[in-house]
Nanobody, 121 residues
Framework: QVQLVESGGGLVQAGGSLRLSCAAS????????MAWYRQAPVKQRELVAA???????NYTDSVKGRFTISRNNAKKTVYLQMDSLTPEDTAVYYC???????????????WGQGTQVTVSS
């Protein structure tokens, strides 16, 4: 069973930075789109940023110019560099990825367990 293991969350002051990482826990044949979502209290989960296997990225408007998503396929890892953080960025951040574990299998979608990011004012 593949797991996505996240790290890098924590408490930071407004204006600060954090870098989230998410790695697949076992050998992967192919990695498709990787993404970060977040869910704040009493809000729906929203897409923050995504990156395709070809490196094309997209961001939700509220993080454009402040967050950067990147990936390292050899390390089976996706990153989210978050700069100029504001209290409105406070949420649980979830990693998401389309992974193929075998040549003959289809891509399946996986979620990480979530990591808390708290930005104090």
């Amino acid at each position: 069973q593949v797991q996505l293991v996240e790290s890098g969350g924590g408490l930071v002051q407004a204006g600060g930075s954090l870098r989230l990482s998410c790695a697949a826990s076992r050998s992967i044949f192919s990695i498709g789109t990787m993404a970060w979502y977040r869910q704040a209290p009493v809000k729906q989960r929203e897409l923050v940023a995504a990156i395709t296997s070809g490196g094309v990225t997209n961001y939700t408007d509220s993080v454009k110019g402040r967050f950067t998503i990147s990936r390292n396929n050899a390390k089976k890892t996706v990153y989210l560099q978050m700069d100029s953080l504001t209290p409105e960025d406070t949420a649980v951040y979830y990693c998401n990825a389309d992974l193929k574990t075998n040549l003959f299998f289809a891509y399946n979608n996986y979620w990480g367990q979530g990591t808390q990011v708290t930005v104090s004012s």
